[in-house]
């Protein structure tokens, strides 16, 4: 059951946190580093392998800021793009430009989740061109996730410092453009016609968002994972939904 890496003393255990521990594959390749490959074990290989797609992977498919290093959901959703680029002849063109800057996961109600897949801004209008492909691939590769495509945007706030004078925050830096525009990448493809804004008696507000009709058929079950996404976002309540069947 257990196996010693020739010359460094470490250990392991075969099981089944083997593909899941990033520390147990980490031990094996710096061991791994000190060897020859003749010898190397098989576990030491098979992990040297994995850590080399990992950096691979990392360096084409998934920029972060600073030195943070993705996460394994991260590396599975690039990893995922990079499978995709390989593989698909409708979409490996597209894709060799394109990398993503994070992942983040939200639990939904009915107990699934959807995976929001942020973008840097430059390379937004690249992914729109071909997000209805990519998220129909990503979403089988995910069991049926539910997967969103989010641009990274930053906001400033009123007190920004300005580099010289006279000059103005750009708007669409403020908190409403860039919640706005959240709102609409949410939801792309599908336009949004219409809003409206609840008031109640409590003071609360409830943004109702009317989608185009048209495309009910394929984002009817979309609706809920849309307004908890950019409650989880924006911390603001919003109501998804289609306008009223005229007669």
């Excluded at 690249?126 to 997000?131: A, G, N, R």
């Excluded at 409403?176 to 990448?185: N, Q, S």
């Excluded at 493809?189 to 109702?208: A, E, M, N, S």
Aim: hydrophobic share 35%; charged share 30%; net charge positive.
């Amino acid at each position: 059951n257990g196996s010693t890496l020739h010359g460094m003393g470490f250990g392991f255990e075969r099981n089944d946190a083997w593909d899941e521990g990033r520390e147990m594959k980490m031990i094996c390749v710096i061991s791994a580093s000190f060897l020859s490959p003749w010898e190397m074990c098989s576990e030491c290989m098979y992990a040297l392998q994995l850590a080399n797609r990992s950096i691979f992977i990392s360096q084409r498919k998934i920029v972060k800021k600073g030195d943070l290093m993705p996460t394994q959901l991260e590396e599975r959703v690039a990893s995922a793009i990079l499978d995709l680029e390989e593989t698909s002849k409708d979409l490996s063109a597209e894709l060799k430009s394109l990398y993503i800057s994070s992942v983040k996961e939200v639990q939904l109600e009915d107990k699934r989740s959807a995976l929001l897949v942020f973008v840097p801004y430059p390379l937004h209008k690249k992914f729109k061109d071909i997000q209805s492909r990519l998220t129909r691939e990503l979403e089988k590769k995910f069991n049926d996730k539910h997967v969103l495509f989010i641009a990274q945007r930053t906001v400033l706030s009123k007190s920004y410092i300005r580099k010289s004078k006279g000059q103005l925050r750009p708007r669409s830096r403020t908190l409403t453009a860039v919640h706005e525009a959240i709102l609409e990448d949410i939801v792309y493809p599908t336009q949004i016609v219409g809003k409206r804004t609840i008031c109640k008696i409590d003071g609360k507000k409830i943004l109702k968002v009317y989608l185009d009709p048209k495309d009910v058929k394929d984002v009817d079950d979309k609706l809920k994972t849309f307004g908890t996404v950019y409650k989880a976002l924006t911390n603001k309540q919003v109501e998804f939904l289609f306008p009223p069947t005229e007669y």
